[in-house]
């Protein structure tokens, strides 16, 4: 079982900027697809973003379009997201997940994961 966590929430006035990391165990580790992921209180969780771990490609939720990046570093087995002009409809619980094969149903491993409160 792969292991994730997350760090980088933090408080941040609306407009800020954030970064987040999530670093996987394993000095082999190897997925098919990361993505983030949030939850908001009193809200279904939601999909941000998601990276492709070999070429890096990535797709992102509207509400994450041209304010997001998704982003990995094979070598240090971490995936990040660069969050710019941050507003407080994206205070929430920001969880990692890895998908760790192509013909995964759903994400098998998630982190623990990291707050993130933007002030307005």
């Known amino acids: 079982q792969v292991q994730l966590v997350e760090s980088g929430g933090g408080l941040v006035q609306a407009g800020g900027s954030l970064r987040l990391s999530c670093q996987a165990s394993g000095r082999t580790f190897s997925a098919y697809r990361m993505g983030w992921f949030r939850q908001a209180p009193g809200k279904e969780r939601e999909f941000v973003a998601h990276i492709s771990w070999s070429n890096g490609n990535t797709y992102y939720a509207d509400s994450a379009k041209g304010r997001f990046t998704a982003s990995r570093d094979n070598a240090k087995n971490t995936m990040y997201l660069q969050m710019n002009s941050l507003k407080p409809e994206d205070t929430a619980v920001y969880y990692c997940?890895?998908?760790?094969?192509?013909?995964?149903?759903?994400?098998?491993?998630w982190g623990q994961g990291t707050q993130v409160t933007v002030s307005s």
């Open positions: 997940a890895a998908k760790m094969y192509w013909y995964s149903a759903e994400y098998e491993s």
